[in-house]
């Protein structure tokens, strides 16, 4: 019944927002500037709605007509529900490519949601939505530019490579040297970005709200929420820009001791806009690039400790903190000032990149925070409990945070032999987290909507961190560096 009424719903959402947006569309596309463009835009929109519309329905129906009868927790249900999982992931990493821009922000945000959604959706999502992003063309990034500069790149820049060196689901970055001979990264954001924004938003959220109306413990309205605050900051480059001056200004101020050893590029301000960003380019090794990092004289061991203790810093004294570190967004090279030891190492310099996304942390959360990690590291069960309940999750779901935030079953939280300041997790753990993050799918769903938005945040920032020290193949984590800030706090 659910499902036949999710289809209707469906069908009726997709010709009540068509109508409405052809309704309006005669009165703006007049009045628009760029009449041509306005028309695409509004043909689009209703089209992106009908394919969300079909989609869901699709997912929903999938899993209401092949689970239907099995037994729970039999072999056929899990081996059914895998392929589910798994056809359902298809259909929504190919729903986001077809509608592009912030679907695509959407499909990265569920493929980072490590064993908080079915590995089969972090896997297929992750795999694609960050090697597959859109690619302007050279004529749209000469648009851009000339309606945000005035002129197009050949007058602006002595040269402007045509290709880019990276795209991501936002903007691509292209090489150009200066009028007067530096050397820069222009990031171009993607044309009609801020068009559609509002509209996408609108559309997903409409979605996820039907759906969970009609299936309550799919509860992703969070993950709406978010998006919808962090995206258009994400759009105004100029926040981004703003964003790195006070990642620095904050190292310099609040944490001398390591200031030479986190660096950002230099923006240019007077060929930055809200669209377009300047800054001086950065050369340097990937921070998962162990090869390189080691031939340019520096140890992993030294990036890993650097890298923990800037986000540490970040997290819990400065409560503003980057929320996307992953390996493209972070750089090695060694310190410009430093000399060659006498077996030839090097002391390694932090590049941090693409400042869009950041969260601040007030002093309250920040000292809960700091309080859970120091009881996760001593295995402290009481003052686990307490903190997590601080932070939101409540009395009932306090232990499956705390195993979100280790990546660990609970028995091995609060197992005082295991050595918490390491952060692999063997494969057992793995399979045993990824059976909860199906069997617990609900109660998952219900811990995310409790946790205050910037806690979320937090989650994928610690995933990063840990995805970045696994790479460096080493044992050391944010938490080795908050022992020493939690002691002196």
Known sequence: ??????????????????????????????????????????????????????????????????????????????????????????????????????????????????????????????????????????????????????????????????????????????????????????????????????????????????????????????????????????????????????????????????????????????????????MEFMDGAHVNDVKTIQRLGIQPKEVAKLVSQAFAEMMFKHGFVHCDPHAANLLVRPLPSSKRSILGKRKPQLIILDHGLYKELDFHTRANYAALWKALIFADATAIKENCVKLGAGEDLYALFAGILTMRPWNKVVDPSVDHLVIKSNDGDRSELQMYASQYFPQISELLRRLPRVILLMLKTNDCLRAVNSSLELSHSCSLSLVSIVSHS
């Open 1 to 278: 019944m659910a499902t036949r009424a999710l289809w209707r719903t469906g069908k009726k959402l997709a010709l009540v927002s068509t109508a409405l947006c052809v309704g309006g569309a005669g009165a703006t596309i007049a009045t628009s500037d760029d009449p041509a463009t306005a028309l695409k835009l509004f043909t689009a929109i209703p089209l992106r709605l009908v394919r969300d519309s079909i989609t869901a329905a699709s997912i929903v129906f999938d899993y209401e007509y092949s689970l239907w009868g099995l037994d729970e927790g039999s072999v056929e249900k899990s081996k059914v529900k895998h392929e589910v999982h798994l056809r359902s992931a298809r259909k929504l990493e190919e729903l986001c490519f077809r509608n592009g821009g912030i679907y695509i922000k959407l499909g990265q945000h569920v493929g980072q949601l490590d064993y908080l959604v079915p590995q089969e959706y972090v896997e297929t999502l992750r795999a694609s939505m960050l090697n597959r992003c859109p690619v302007s063309s050279y004529d749209q990034v000469c648009q851009v530019i000339k309606k945000e500069l005035g002129e197009s790149p050949d007058k602006i820049f002595s040269e402007f490579d045509p290709t880019p060196i990276a795209s991501a689901s936002l903007a691509q970055v292209h090489v150009a040297h200066t009028i007067d001979g530096q050397k820069v990264a222009v990031k171009v954001q993607h044309t009609h970005m801020t068009d559609t924004a509002a509209a996408d938003h609108a559309t997903v959220d409409m979605i996820v709200n039907t759906v969970h109306r009609f299936f309550p413990s799919f509860d992703y309205r969070w993950l709406v929420d978010e998006m919808r605050e962090s995206v258009p900051k994400e759009l105004d480059f100029l926040v981004e820009a703003q964003n790195s001056e006070k990642c620095l200004d904050n190292f310099r101020k609040q944490s001398p001791h390591i200031a030479d050893y986190v660096y950002a590029p230099k923006v240019y301000w007077n060929l930055s806009t809200s669209k377009l960003l300047t």
